[in-house]
């Protein structure tokens, strides 16, 4: 039989965070983040990163792992995040990947296999020198030369992505978007609910400018002069996230704060949208259309909680008082889990 496996993503700030620790505690479930940034320590209000007060006993995985210095991919999320799912089985619980990074998920529910073509160190580092003196705008011409679908779905800054995609295009002679279409098609190994919640776009884009003024107010400035400090810089991975690169460049010289607060919130909505995108092209998608339920979270998780059980999902593990005990313990004293 295959094991079960949740999903709860959606654009950001679309309120993905309380509605999974609700979700956790219904179905005995702990959280695996597949975010590319609340992995980090030290990067606190630009990921908008969960507060253990906030986690109310649910253990959280894959947070606060990493030190700014370190790299993170899909492969290594990957990797990570099986591993944490594997701990999480073994505890006759139900993991719940929680956050919007699509590949990441897809490369949980579609097992997408890594190892069949390796790095081109060499070739990387030349586009990477490209990058620099050159522009990123010319690495992703040339990915439109060759994959004008990856061009349009991979925002040119995103060099990361630009730069595996024409790897991935040089070691094959293939399209990593007919790659990434292809594995798509492939059957889940798990037995699957994938929720995607969802809002009125205008709502949404309300919700993001409110959320980096509330970063601002709560120290983003400050929690990137830190990591400047510490020696972050822009071609970090870490640094390449939304809300640390803006406000880095702010610290740089290269923008005025209004500068930066104002491209911030336009390609944080920008991403939003790609984000949509992304989901939309999902098969066996759930979407939980927040006006639909009144903006009610209790009503949502209703009728998630419906979907689960048509599934056979929930009820799948039922907690004994011995692991409830033993477990909430274990969370009051250690916090974050770093599975």
Known sequence: MKKPLIILTGPTAVGKTKLSIKLAKAVNGEIISADSMQVYRHMDIGSAKIRPEEMEGVPHHLIDCLEPEEEFNVVRFQQMAQDAMNSIYERNRIPIIVGGTGF??????????????GEDHQYRQELEALSQTKGAEVLHQMLAQVDSESAKAIHSNNVK????????YRQTGTPISEHNRQQR?????????????????????ERIDARIDEMLEDGL??????????????????????GYKEILAYLDGTYSLEEAIYILKRDTRHFAKRQITWFKREREVEWFHKPDFDYDEDRILSAMLQSLGEKGIYPAFPETEETINTDRKEDVSHGYSDD
């Open 104 to 117: 990441y998920i897809q490369a949980i529910t579609g097992d997408i296999d890594f190892t069949q073509h």
């Open 161 to 168: 992505r630009v730069i595996r995609a024409l790897e991935y």
């Open 185 to 205: 098609e492939k059957m889940t190994p798990y037995r699957l609910a994938y929720f995607v919640l969802n809002d009125d776009r205008s709502h949404l884009y």
């Open 221 to 242: 400035i400050a929690e990137v002069q830190k990591l400047k400090k510490r020696g972050c810089y822009k071609g970090m991975v870490s640094m390449q996230g939304l």
